[in-house]
C-alpha cells in the first residue's frame, strides 16, 4: 500500500503494449502508447520489483494499531515537523527527558 498519489498511471497489456499516461494539466493529459519490448520490459520489472516487496494490505489492517491519544498525536506533528529533540520539546513546554520519553512510548523506529 502506498498513501502517495501517482500522477502518472502506466497500462501494460500482455507485457507487449504499454500506455503510458501523463500528468493531469489545464489543458488535459498526454497519453503514450508504446510496443517498445524493451521499454516493455523495463517498467513490468520495476512494478514486479515492488509487488514483490509490498505488504499485505490484509496484514496492515490486522495488527493491533495502538491507540494514540491527543499528547501522543501533537508529539508526533513535532516528530514531522522536522525540528531538534531540544526546539520541539522547547516548543512543547517540555523538558527534553519527557519529550524524548514519550516519543519512545510511541514506540517508533528512530
Given amino acids: 500500500m502506498s ?3 501517482l500522477s502518472h498511471e502506466t497500462v501494460i497489456i500482455g507485457r ?11 489543458t488535459g493529459r498526454d497519453y503514450t502508447v508504446t ?6 520490459d523495463g517498467v513490468h ?9 509490498a505488504v499485505d494490505p490484509d496484514a496492515c489492517l490486522r495488527k493491533n494499531i495502538p491507540h494514540l491519544d491527543a499528547d ?15 526546539s ?4 512543547l513546554g517540555l523538558s527534553l527527558r519527557t519529550y524524548r520519553r514519550r516519543v519512545a512510548e ?3 523506529p528512530r
Fill in 88 to 91: 520541539a520539546a522547547k516548543q
Fill in 3 to 5: 498513501g502517495s498519489r
Fill in 45 to 53: 520489472s520495476l512494478f514486479q520489483a515492488i509487488w514483490d516487496t
Fill in 35 to 40: 510496443t517498445s519490448q524493451i521499454l516493455a
Fill in 16 to 26: 507487449r503494449v504499454m500506455i503510458l499516461a501523463g500528468a493531469e494539466t489545464p
Fill in 72 to 86: 501522543g498525536r501533537v508529539i508526533l506533528e513535532a516528530l514531522g515537523s522536522g525540528l531538534t529533540d531540544e
Fill in 106 to 108: 510511541l514506540g517508533l
